[in-house]
């Protein structure tokens, strides 16, 4: 069927231009970053680093459900196997999962929450010999 052809061509090259269009942005952000360097300081440098390449994490999240993709396109091939149902499904809850993990991991104030909150456990149940 051509429609279902259509539909896995589609699912297979939309985001390899969509990632192609994320590198080439991220790299005239950067470029405009380095042409601003001389005007911001140390502390503003390293935060729009960090926001870029936390953008960047989060804009690449989706490539994680390739595996669904596959999936979805083999199944239209006529390969039919209950993993492969599963895996399409699964690899679709990743991305989800981990975004905020993410984020936690990139805003540094809910990073230094979590480190604190972390340590604070960590002491306040050890036990010293």
Known sequence: DDRNKF?????M?????AYGFIFYFRQQVNRKMCEQTRTMSN???KMHDSLIRALTYH????SLSILGIFGFVA???????????RAIFMSCTIPPAI????????????????????????KKYSIQI
């Open 99 to 122: 975004n905020p993990l993410l984020t936690l991991y990139f805003v540094g104030p809910y990073r230094r929450y979590v480190q604190y909150m972390w340590l604070f456990r960590a």
């Open 13 to 17: 090259n939309s985001p390899m231009v």
């Open 59 to 62: 804009a690449m999240l989706p």
């Open 7 to 11: 539909v896995g061509i589609w699912c």
């Open 43 to 45: 502390r503003t440098r």
């Open 75 to 85: 199944q239209n091939l006529g390969l039919q196997h209950m993993v492969i149902e």
